[in-house]
T-cell receptor
Framework: KAGVTQTPRYLIKTRGQQVTLSCSPISGHRSVSWYQQTPGQGLQFLFEYFSETQRNKGNFPGRFSGRQFSNSRSEMNVSTLELGDSALYLC?????????????FGPGTRLLVL | AQSVTQLGSHVSVSEGALVLLRCNYSSSVPPYLFWYVQYPNQGLQLLLKYTTGATLVKGINGFEAEFKKSETSFHLTKPSAHMSDAAEYFCAVRVSGGYNKLIFGAGTRLAVHP
């Protein structure tokens, strides 16, 4: 089975721009979660989507948004980029059936905001 | 609120020596606990997880961890370090009622020297 894929892998943007990142989960997985990883704040949960609905959200400003499509692929969008948004953005997928299950992470998208 | 503390941001061991990475959690309910490893420029890979049952959990690459409720600990060990174990290791707890939201520790960077 193919793993979680994320596109693009690297991205450079300037302040004020917006960006869209994409995540394709493992086939059959219906839950997609997004995390931000920075040297200062570590790994922080952004949000989770399950069956096209956001069912959990972290403590991030409204500039961070996401969606999930009927094929479980997910996108996250960051508007009005700030320098502090520079980070590795990771998505993870799982079946979405219970708390015991494993989340499988993609390789991440590294975003640099100049 | 649930939280995870990893003692020691950097650990250095000799090849062949014991690896011990410490993780303490805070949870008001029985937790689900995970250890992930991250190699440079890659996503997170699950090493092992504790959900219920046996408190000694064996994972991939010779790693294991023991869940000790009385000590609220979930330390990761490997009897003999290999150069390829050099990476960053993250302990995480699944938030109860939070579906797939993981709370991560700050991470421990493991260096293995000859």
């Amino acid at each position: 089975k193919a793993g979680v894929t994320q596109t693009p892998r690297y991205l450079i943007k300037t302040r004020g721009q917006q960006v869209t990142l994409s995540c394709s989960p493992i086939s059959g997985h219906r839950s997609v979660s997004w995390y931000q990883q920075t040297p200062g704040q570590g790994l922080q949960f952004l949000f989770e989507y399950f069956s096209e609905t956001q069912r959990n959200k972290g403590n991030f400003p409204g500039r961070f948004s996401g969606r999930q499509f009927s094929n479980s692929r997910s996108e996250m969008n960051v508007s009005t980029l700030e320098l502090g948004d520079s980070a590795l953005y990771l998505c993870a997928s799982s079946l979405g059936r219970g708390a015991q299950e494993t989340q499988y992470f993609g390789p991440g998208t590294r975003l640099l905001v100049l | 609120a649930q939280s995870v503390t990893q003692l020691g941001s950097h650990v250095s061991v000799s090849e062949g020596a014991l690896v011990l990475l410490r993780c303490n959690y805070s949870s008001s309910v029985p937790p689900y606990l995970f250890w992930y490893v991250q190699y440079p420029n890659q996503g997170l890979q699950l090493l092992l997880k504790y959900t219920t049952g046996a408190t000694l959990v064996k994972g991939i690459n010779g790693f294991e961890a023991e869940f000790k409720k009385s000590e609220t600990s979930f330390h990761l060990t490997k009897p003999s370090a290999h150069m390829s174990d050099a990476a960053e290791y993250f302990c995480a707890v699944r938030v109860s009622g939070g579906y797939n939201k993981l709370i991560f520790g700050a991470g421990t960077r493991l260096a293995v020297h000859p």
